[in-house]
Nanobody, 129 residues
């Protein structure tokens, strides 16, 4: 079975940092793209960032560009989201998702296809002083 296990959430102060991890199993890591989504109470789910495992190309939503970094470790089958300069509006449940990615597809394109892929449970991020 495919499993995506997100961890690393918690409480951070504004301006602080957190690193989320997504442990992946049950699929061929290099054939997939991985994304982080978030959803705050009463708000729509937002695609935050995406990385294509095969070539490392990335996508970031405008709301997090320049503050968040996505990376992957193909040897460990893991995906990470480094979040710096956190703001209260970053408070949300964060989810890791995966979808098979064709060769040459861009991260900006494939994040829209995540709804057809695999999803893990969320990890809560709260930014508050």
């Amino acid at each position: 079975d495919v499993q995506l296990q997100a961890s690393g959430g918690g409480l951070a102060q504004p301006g602080g940092s957190l690193r989320l991890s997504c442990a992946v199993s049950g699929l061929t890591f290099e054939d997939y793209a991985f994304a982080w989504f978030r959803q705050a109470p009463g708000k729509e789910r937002e695609g935050v960032s995406c990385i294509v495992s095969r070539d490392g190309t990335t996508y970031f939503a405008d709301s997090v560009a320049g503050r968040f970094t996505i990376s992957r470790d193909n040897a460990k089958n893991a995906v990470y989201l480094r979040m710096d300069d956190l703001k209260p509006e970053d408070t949300a449940a964060y989810f890791c998702a995966a979808v098979r990615a064709e060769r040459g597809v861009s991260a900006a394109r494939v994040i829209g296809l995540m709804k057809y892929g695999y999803w893990g449970r969320g990890t809560q991020v709260t930014v508050s002083s």
